[in-house]
Nanobody, 118 residues
């Protein structure tokens, strides 16, 4: 019942910035915990950031902390991932996720490709 649609991916130069967007829906979308994962070719999917429904608390993986910022606007049913200081190792398909509660198997968006290259 939860649907997520990512957008904003593309090609960016090393050191550059990019903001990804995800429009989400659900029965009570403001209660959704939202997050971003990424998966590079040949690697496992990696968690990057979460913004919780309760208190809008955020968590970040060490690999992105200080460079990426997750935010949300429940009035717009949208979450964003602001990325700065991108490097080629950040190249991956980025996925928006949603869960009704911590630890639950998430719903996934279709993904949006981010390529960091000169």
């Amino acid at each position: 019942q939860v649907q997520l649609v990512e957008s904003g991916g593309g090609l960016v130069q090393p050191g550059g910035s990019l903001t990804l967007s995800c429009v989400y829906s659900g029965h009570i979308p403001e209660d959704l915990n939202l997050g971003w994962y990424r998966q590079a070719t040949g690697k496992e999917r990696e968690w990057g950031a979460t913004i919780h429904a309760i208190g809008m608390t955020t968590d970040y993986a060490d690999s992105v902390k200080g460079r990426f910022a997750i935010s949300r606007d429940n009035a717009k049913n949208t979450t964003w991932l602001q990325m700065r200081g991108l490097n080629p190792e950040d190249t991956a398909t980025f996925y928006c996720t949603a869960t009704w509660r911590t630890g639950a198997v998430p719903y996934w968006g279709q993904g949006t490709q981010v390529t960091v290259s000169s």
